[in-house]
């Protein structure tokens, strides 16, 4: 009876609103999906969905002409008397002839090129026609799994939400989307604001298909959306692309079209295949049907990323402004394969707005009140693309599946077969959930915690911790006990944590912990303990210099200004030196020497330490300031997305007080300044900054030196832009004053791209230079030249780079071999 109730309900509501309504097929009867249809001289339509069913909405009865256009397929004019509603108007549209002129052919220059010359020529001119213009926006969203796997690693991957049918197949994913966006050319500026959101089966309905997000704008040089690729039209576009003109047709208002066929020079470049097409004179687009493959955009999972897009023309500006806009996606990962389209509509453009002062914020996306909370009458009403009948059945399985899953009854059933004990989990660890709580209990296996070094030998780690969800909003608080023990000194180290966040618009986080621990003497962590395990077992390498520090502290951080972030910290410590306990090793004795002492200062040294066991409080204050930091409003949290057009400080005070031994107390103020631009089809600058100072030039304990992360590992880890190459580990150190400098530019494929025979290999061109200056020591400066997206079809990961550094003098040089992820 509820089905049928609901059913009905939909079809009243649909017979209400649909003032003309129907079906578009093709010369074989099969549906067209995603055609533009609009009432001519206007730019405000629908489209059709995915089974070719259509929705326009008139206000008046009366003469109109609908258009019917769809990107390979001839425009279609229908001239209806409408004298009452619902009006039903089915169509069939033909396949469009493409043909080349005459003058094309005989022609001893490429059409095609001239065409795309004048369109770059025109870009500006183009894109100012709509420099500044409010619209509606409207997406859908929807992801399809076939054959999804029952188990992943061992578990079991559920239903995906009740989405899947007996054979494991169907729709993961359905979500909507309606905003009201502003757009401003120069200086660029978007904001958009959600009047309605929904997503399938779920309760908060907040969908990722925002509209900047979806913005794809050919017109740039390259497109952000899909990992910068490099677009037809861009100002160096004959570097990357050859272009074919296959034909042209002439569209209903009797412009000429011209279809050019995209031809990139090499496979798997930042590159786009498949066809767009050019206005006669305006040199305008009129529409896009390009594919991007998994290789192209640089991520492997994916098998292809298809965009289609449509451009209507505007009296009104007398230009071409995008109406309709689809992408596609296949992507294969660990024997998932789901695939999806997102389809986009923008209508009721006006391109005389009045933008204030105010209009236009460092707040870029907002939801109207109750935006996620619209019923099933309000989204028939607004939604300009009709529902299939699939998606129908998704929103009413789903949100009836919705309701159950609340339920304590339900979720305690869940729990009891993921709460089940497991052969493996004392090693790897388990965790027990109360979901209708909203707490959990787990226990950290020791598996994964357990490395190598040569002062606790084989040491390894496990612990308790409890966790409570108290709202949706972001207040939870966790609390836990750890303890290691390393196998070579006996030693039990226990801590413990509390930590609890209290919202997610400002993230104010308190956290107590303390207990004995074995940090590193350079706080920034310089060698990883995976390495260190490598290298010592391996090649008798033992990088990893640590002491014992007995604890405890208080910390507390918030964004306490959109933008600005505060954290403080006070600590009170025990610190003592540690000794190498073991010579244990799968290489031989005397490889590489041997292992060296755990005192950075003198590797030759297994007696004395670096310095003298003693107390020590520390307060430190910092601030990071993310300018004009751009952030999204959604009802339950805040998102922030920074601002690429200025670099993140981040300044921080130490004092170090109440030491068993004044000489050791210290102040000392470090500043940091870093930035990504992303120059386009030039690649991509980074740098960072980093500076220091004490107030008094003291005799204070080493751990508390500013110091430089080195590098003495052919295939590091880590991040690249806040260590040096080929500096070793402890040798740069100062109680006095310093900075460092590390820049780097990869130009992905604007050099390499150009050079015949290697730019078949795809290979990305990176440059750096680093430089570090101490007060007390000569200048250490790196070169280095490399080689990026090194790999195997779209598997390209390597990255090798050439290092040469200068140090008073003496020069050194050698070959890094790293992940380009890191």
Partial sequence: MKKITFLLLFFTVSINIAQVKGSI?????????????????????????????????????????????????????????????????????????????????????NPANRIIRNVIDNKDKNTDKYANYTAKFYSRGLTRIKDAPEKFFGQSTGDFGGGLDSTRTGIIYLSETFSNISYQKNPKKFKEKIVASKVSGQDNGISFNRAEDSSIDLYENSIAVFNDLVSPISTNAFSYYKFKLEGTFYDKNGKLINKIKLIPKRKNGRVFS?????????????????TATGA?????????????????????????????????????????????????????????????????????????????????????????????????KDYRIKDSIK????SKKYLDSIDAKGNKFGLLDPLMGYTYDNSYKNNSFSYNGPLLKTSFNTVQGVNTSAGFSYFEQ?????KWWRAGVNANYGFSDKRLRPTFFFTKKWNNISRPRLGISGGITTPQFNDRTPVLKLNNTISSLLSRLNYLKIYEKSYARIGYSEEIKNGIYFSTSLEYANRKPLFNTTNYSFAPQDKNGGYTSNNPLDATDFVNSPFLEHKIATLNVGATFVFAQKYLSYPDRKENEGNAKYPTLNVKYTKRFGASDSQLNSDLFIASLRQDVNVGNYGKFQYNIRGGMFLKKKNIAFMDYLQANGNQLTFPLGNRLSSFGLLEYYKFYTNDKYVEAHIEHNFRGAILGKVPLINKLNFHLVGGAKTLFMADKKPYTEYSVGLDNIGYGKWRFLRIDYVRSNYGGVKSDGLLFRLSLF
């Fill in 25 to 109: 097929t093709d010369a074989e009867n099969e549906p067209l999906s995603f055609v533009s249809i609009y009432l001519e001289k206007s730019t405000s339509g629908t489209t059709s969905n995915d089974s070719g069913d259509y929705i326009l909405d008139l206000k008046e009865k009366g003469n109109h002409t609908i258009i019917f256009q769809f990107l390979g397929y001839k425009t279609l004019k229908k001239k209806v008397n409408i004298t009452s509603f619902p009006f039903i108007l089915n169509v069939h549209l033909e396949e469009e002839s493409v043909k080349l002129s005459e003058i094309s052919i005989s022609t001893k220059d």
């Fill in 274 to 290: 498949g066809f767009i097409y050019i206005v006669e004179d305006d040199w305008a687009l009129y529409g896009t049907d390009v």
């Fill in 296 to 392: 192209q955009v640089n991520i492997p999972i994916v098998n292809s990323l298809k965009l289609k897009q449509g451009y209507n023309y505007s009296e009104e500006i007398e230009g071409w402004v995008l109406i309709s806009q689809t992408i596609d996606f296949d992507i294969s990962i660990f024997g998932f394969k789901p695939s999806g389209k997102f389809s986009y509509t923008y209508s009721d453009y006006n391109f005389k707005p009045t933008f204030k002062e105010s209009t236009f914020t460092n707040e870029i996306l907002s939801f109207e009140k109750d935006a996620t909370k619209k019923d099933t009458v309000f989204w028939n009403k607004l939604r300009p693309v009709p529902l299939t009948t699939e998606e129908v």
């Fill in 403 to 406: 309701v159950i899953r609340k």
């Fill in 470 to 474: 108290i709202n949706k909003e972001g």
